[in-house]
C-alpha cells in the first residue's frame, strides 16, 4: 500500500507543479501581448512622425533650393520678372520700395507694388507665379478691391519680401 500512496502523491505533486507552471506561461504570455501591443502603438506613432518629418524637410529642402536658383539684385528686380514674365508689366502702378530687415541669418527685402485692372485669372497668376518663383519670395499683406471704372476687374495692392542669406 505504501507504494500506491507514494505514487498519488507523486502524481498530486506533478499536477501541481504542472498546473503553477501553466499558470506562470498564461500570464507570462498575457504580458508579452500587451508589450506587443505597446510596442505596435509606439511603432505607428514613429510611422506618423517620420512622414511628418520627411515632408517638412521636403518643404525645407525646397525653401533652401530657392535661395540658390537665381541672382536678382533686389525685391524690385524680382517683383519686374514676376509681372514682366506675366505680360502684366504695364498694369502695375507703382513700386515703392519699403526697407530692409535683418532676419537672424538672411535680410529681407520689401516692396509695395499696386497694380490695376487685373481679372480674376491675372490675379490668380500673379499669386502663382509668386509661389512658384525660383527666389524667396514672401507675400506680407494684400489689399483687393473692385476697380472704380469697371467692376469685373480689380486693384491690388501688395507687400512682397524678398529673403536673400548672407
Request: proline share 1%; glycine share 6%.
Amino acid at each position: 500500500m505504501r507504494i500506491k500512496g507514494d505514487r498519488r502523491l507523486y502524481w498530486a505533486g506533478a499536477l501541481l507543479v504542472l498546473a503553477i507552471s501553466c499558470t506562470w506561461v498564461f500570464k507570462f504570455s498575457l504580458s508579452l501581448k500587451n508589450d506587443l501591443k505597446n510596442l505596435q502603438a509606439q511603432q505607428r506613432e514613429l510611422h506618423l512622425l517620420r512622414d511628418e518629418f520627411l515632408s517638412m524637410k521636403g518643404l525645407i529642402d525646397a525653401i533652401e533650393g530657392k535661395g540658390s536658383l537665381t541672382k536678382v539684385e533686389g525685391i524690385i528686380q524680382a517683383s519686374d520678372e514676376i509681372f514682366r514674365s506675366l505680360g502684366l508689366r504695364q498694369k502695375v502702378k507703382s513700386v515703392k520700395s519699403i526697407g530692409t530687415k535683418k532676419i537672424k541669418d538672411a535680410t529681407e527685402e520689401e516692396v509695395e507694388v499696386q497694380v490695376e485692372k487685373v481679372n480674376m485669372n491675372e490675379l490668380v497668376n500673379i499669386f502663382y507665379r509668386i509661389e512658384n518663383a525660383p527666389m524667396m519670395l514672401t507675400i506680407k499683406k494684400v489689399t483687393v478691391k473692385t476697380s472704380f471704372e469697371n467692376p469685373t476687374l480689380l486693384d491690388m495692392a501688395m507687400t512682397l519680401g524678398l529673403i536673400k542669406a548672407e
